[in-house]
């Protein structure tokens, strides 16, 4: 997170390649159970081989995403510290906020 606690492309993009790698994990636990009809000595190490890199894949994915749940926890109780120990900043910020996004908004 960045100092306004607003969340960074960093954390975005996480997110994103969170959502994306368990679309292609569920691709390709389908295209495993799709080809298990499939006969031959290759086909069945590949599959294992396969089954063993998604295994290794969705612990990463559990542990990247446990990390980010974490991170966004700890950045949503440092501004609510904040807001609690310092009411009339927030308050200020939220008002300029607004004015911006009004004033933004008037110019269209």
């Keep these: ?34 080809t298990a009809s499939q006969g031959g000595e290759a086909m069945a190490n590949l599959r294992a081989k396969t089954e063993e890199s998604l295994a290794v894949a969705k612990e990463k994915l559990a542990d990247a995403q446990e990390v980010l749940v974490a991170k ?28 911006v996004i009004g004033l933004l908004i008037g110019r269209r």
């Design 72 to 99: 966004t926890k700890a950045a949503a109780r440092a501004t609510d510290d904040y807001v609690h120990d310092k009411p009339w900043h927030a308050v200020g910020i939220a008002a300029g906020v607004g004015l």
């Design 1 to 34: 997170m960045n100092n306004n606690n607003l969340p960074s492309p960093v954390d975005v993009s996480k997110e994103q390649l969170i959502a994306d790698f368990k679309v292609v994990i569920a691709d390709a636990e389908a295209l495993l159970k799709a």
